[in-house]
C-alpha cells in the first residue's frame, strides 16, 4: 500500500482540469480529495473488520480498494515518465523507498519492541521471518509458505498485514517494463490482456490452492492492472465520460459490497465487484464537497499508509493476550490508540522524509539498505535474548501428524511404509487430524501394529464431506475421493482386524461457518447438501460404514476427541509458565467439562445412533482428564494440548502411556496378553 501522500499526489499538470475542492494543493503537490477519501474508506473498512468481523463482514475488501487505487497512481506517475522519456528505474525506486521504508521501518521496530514482550519465546522465530520477509518485500511468500491447517493461527502473526505491501513492490518492478513493452497505442490493450489473464487464473486456481490465490502476485495482479488501465486511459484523454449519477451508485455498491460480501470466498465475486466499481471511480474525479464528515475522511485518507501499518500489531497482540474473544471496548480503544500512532507516525516519519526530495538517490539507497540492517540487527537480538536454550523446550504447539507429515494425505490413501508401525499392521487408523493426534498414543505399545490413513478436516464418512471455508467443494471431492480409496484399501487387506475411527466430528453437525455438504450417491455422482439435511446423511453414512465393517469381521472402534476449549490450550500453559498474560482462561488452563460436553453435543447424538451396531465400542478419554467439573491440559507437567482440541505430539505419548485407549484396541483384537 504506497505512502498517502504520493498516493494521492498528481501532477498538477495532469489534473488542472479538476475543480477545487476535488483537489488541493499542498507543498506544490496537487492532493485529489476523492481518492483520499476512498482510502480513508478502504482503511476504515479494514480497521472494523480487525476489531470485529460483525461490524462489517467485508471489511478486508478494503486491501482491494488500496490495490486499486496504487495501481492507478503508481502507473499514473510512470507513465507520465515514460512519455516524457525521463523515467529513470533507479530514481522510480529510490523514490519508493523514501516514500514507503520509514513509516515501514518505524512499524517494524515498534512490532519488533512488541513481539519481545508479549510473545511466546517460540514464536519469535517465526516472527523473525516475517521480518526478514518485510525488509526484501516478499513477506507474502513467506507468510504463504506459513498456511496450513496446523499453521499459527493468522491472528497471531504481527506482520501479516504487511503481505499486501510486499506485492505491492513486486507489481512495481514488473510495472516499467510492461509499459515499455507497449507502444503508446497499445498500452492499454496489452494491461486489459495482462488483467483477464490474471483473473482467470486466480478463479480457477482458488478453489484448489486458495493461499496461493490470495497471497501471490500472478493471482492478484489483475487487481492493481485494473488501476493501472484507468490510469492509461485518463492520461491519454481516452477514459470514457462516466456520469456522477453512476460513480455515487459506484460508491453505493462499493460499500454495500463491504457490509454484505456476496460470497465468503477470498478473491472471488465480491473482490471483483469491488475493483470494478473502484475502477469506475477513478475515471474522472468526484466532488464529496468540504463537509466534516468527509474533511474527516480526507484526513483519514491522508494517514491511511501509517494508520494501515500500525493498527495489526495493536490487534495482534491483543489476539496474544486474550484467551477468547477480545472485548469491543478493547479493541475500540485499539482503533484509537491506532489512530494517535498513525498521526504521529505521518507527521514525524511520512512527513519529514516525503520533503526530502532532493536527497541524491544514492544517498535514499544507502541510508535505506542501513536502516534495514539495523533493523533485522534489533529483531536479531531479540530473538537472541527470548528464543529457547539450545537442548531446551519443545515446541508444544508443533503439528501432530502422527507418524510423519506425509501421512496427512492431500489426495487418495496409499499405504506408505512410513506410514505404518510395523510392517504387518492389523489395525488401521482412519480420520482427520483427531485421528492423527492418536498415532503416537497408539505406538506406545508393540501388542499391534497399525496403519495410518488421515486427512485433515476429512472425518471418515465415505459418502459425505464437509464444505466449509477454503474447504469448499473441490477440496470435498478431494476428500470424498480418499475416504473411498480406504475402503478400496480395507477391501484388498483382510488381514486389518480392527478399525480405529477418529474425527472432531463437529464439522459433520450445524456449526458456524459451515456452508453445507457434498453428498456422493451409490452412482458415483455427487450433489451438494444444506447443513440442516447433511446431518441426517452423516448418520446415515456412518451407520452404513460401521454395517459394512462389521460384515467384513472387522471390529470398530470410535475414539472420541478429548475436551476441547475456547482457547488456545497450549498457548494458555505457555505463556503462564513464561510469565506472559493470557485473561479470559482459568488459572490452571483446566477446561470446563460442561462447556466442552456443549460443543461436542452432535457426537452424543451420532453415537447413540450407532449403538445398536457397534455396542459399546467407543472410547473416550474423560476417565483420565476430567473430574466431572473440569479437565486437566496437563500430564506430569506436560502440556497435553496443541491448541484448542489437539493433543501435542508429547501430549499425545502421556495419553497413550496412562489411558486405557490401547488396552481397549487389544481387547477388541483378543490379544490382550500379547
Excluded at 198 to 213: G, W
Amino acid at each position: 500500500m504506497p505512502a498517502a501522500t504520493e498516493v494521492a499526489a498528481i501532477s498538477p499538470v495532469l489534473d488542472a482540469s479538476a475543480p477545487f475542492p476535488v483537489q488541493r494543493v499542498e507543498h506544490g503537490r496537487v492532493i485529489r480529495d476523492d481518492i483520499q477519501l476512498l482510502r480513508g474508506i478502504a482503511v476504515l473498512s479494514v480497521l472494523l473488520y480487525h476489531a470485529d468481523k460483525l461490524l462489517l463482514a467485508g471489511g478486508y475488501l478494503g486491501v482491494d480498494v488500496f490495490f486499486v487505487l496504487s495501481g492507478f497512481l503508481i502507473t499514473r506517475n510512470i507513465y507520465r515518465d515514460i512519455e516524457r522519456g525521463t523515467f529513470s528505474y533507479t530514481t522510480f525506486i529510490a523514490q519508493r523507498f523514501r516514500r514507503l521504508l520509514p513509516a515501514c521501518y518505524a512499524m517494524l521496530v515498534f512490532s519488533t519492541a512488541l513481539a519481545g514482550v508479549f510473545l511466546l519465546r517460540q514464536e519469535i522465530a517465526e516472527f523473525l521471518k516475517q521480518v526478514l520477509g518485510t525488509l526484501t518485500f516478499s513477506s507474502n511468500l513467506v507468510l504463504w509458505r506459513q498456511t496450513g491447517y496446523f499453521d499459527t493461527a493468522s491472528s497471531l502473526k504481527l506482520l501479516l498485514h504487511t503481505w499486501s505491501l510486499s506485492l505491492e513492490e513486486q507489481y512495481y518492478l514488473f510495472l516499467p517494463p510492461i509499459l515499455y513493452a507497449g507502444a503508446r497505442s497499445n498500452t492499454v490493450k496489452l494491461l486489459v490482456i495482462l488483467f483477464a489473464i490474471s483473473l482467470l487464473a486466480c478463479f480457477l486456481i482458488m478453489p484448489y490452492k486458495p493461499s496461493a490465490a490470495f497471497y501471490l502476485l500472478p493471482f492478484r495482479a489483475w487487481e492493481l492492472l485494473a488501476g493501472s488501465v484507468c490510469a492509461v486511459l485518463a492520461f491519454n484523454g481516452k477514459a470514457p465520460a462516466v456520469p456522477t449519477f453512476v460513480k455515487w451508485a459506484a460508491l453505493a455498491v462499493l460499500m454495500l459490497t463491504m457490509a454484505f460480501p456476496p460470497t465468503a470466498t477470498h478473491p472471488g465475486l465480491s473482490a471483483l465487484i469491488v475493483v470494478l466499481a473502484t475502477s469506475l471511480l477513478m475515471l474522472g474525479a468526484i466532488d464529496f464537497g468540504r463537509k466534516p464528515v468527509a474533511r474527516g475522511m480526507y484526513f483519514v485518507g491522508d494517514i491511511s499508509y501509517s494508520l494501515y501499518l500500525v493498527h495489526w500489531p495493536l490487534f495482534a497482540v491483543a489476539n496474544h493476550v486474550y484467551a477468547g474473544t477480545v472485548p469491543m471496548p478493547v479493541n475500540m480503544a485499539l482503533i484509537g490508540t491506532a489512530v494517535l500512532l498513525a498521526y504521529l507516525s505521518y507527521r514525524l516519519v511520512e512527513q519529514p522524509f516525503r520533503g526530502a526530495t532532493s536527497m541524491p538517490r544514492k544517498k535514499v539507497l544507502v541510508l535505506a539498505a542501513v536502516a534495514g540492517v539495523l533493523v533485522m540487527l534489533l529483531s536479531l537480538l531479540v530473538y537472541a535474548v527470548r528464543s529457547p536454550a539450545p537442548g531446551g523446550s519443545t515446541d508444544g504447539s508443533a503439528p501432530n501428524y502422527g507418524l510423519g507429515k506425509t501421512c496427512a494425505y492431500d489426495a487418495d490413501f496409499l499405504a506408505r511404509p512410513e506410514c505404518q508401525s510395523s510392517a504387518r499392521p492389523s489395525v488401521l487408523l482412519w480420520g482427520d487430524s483427531y485421528a492423527m493426534h492418536l498415532a503416537d498414543a497408539m505406538e506406545q505399545q508393540k501388542r499391534f501394529g497399525f496403519v495410518q490413513a488421515t486427512k485433515s478436516q476429512c472425518g471418515p464418512v465415505p459418502e459425505v464431506a464437509p464444505v466449509m471455508g477454503v474447504y469448499n467443494e473441490a477440496w470435498a471431492q478431494t476428500c470424498l475421493s480418499f475416504n473411498a480409496s480406504v475402503l478400496s484399501y480395507l477391501d484388498a487387506h483382510p488381514e486389518i482386524r480392527l478399525v480405529v475411527l477418529g474425527s472432531r466430528w463437529r464439522q459433520y453437525f450445524n456449526v458456524e461457518g459451515q456452508d453445507g455438504f457434498l453428498v456422493r450417491s451409490p452412482s458415483g455422482t455427487t450433489s451438494a447438501v444444506t447443513k440442516s439435511l447433511g446431518q441426517n446423511v452423516v448418520a446415515a453414512s456412518m451407520r452404513t460404514l460401521v454395517e459394512r465393517l462389521t460384515a467384513s469381521g472387522r471390529q470398530v472402534l470410535i475414539v472420541e476427541p478429548p475436551p476441547s476449549a475456547d482457547f488456545d490450550v497450549y498457548r494458555c500453559v505457555q505463556r503462564k509458565r513464561e510469565g506472559l498474560p493470557y485473561v479470559g482462561a482459568s488459572a490452571d488452563c483446566r477446561i470446563n467439562q460442561a462447556a466442552a460436553a456443549s460443543r461436542d453435543a452432535g457426537l452424543s447424538g451420532l453415537l447413540h445412533t450407532l449403538k445398536p451396531i457397534t455396542g459399546q465400542s467407543t472410547y473416550s478419554f474423560n476417565d483420565l482428564l476430567c473430574d466431572g467439573t473440569s479437565c486437566r491440559s496437563e500430564l506430569d507437567n506436560v502440556a497435553l494440548y496443541r491448541d484448542e482440541g489437539h493433543f501435542s505430539p508429547q501430549g499425545s505419548r502421556i495419553v497413550g502411556q496412562k489411558s486405557g485407549l490401547n488396552g481397549a484396541i487389544s481387547r477388541l483384537l483378543g490379544n490382550e496378553a500379547q
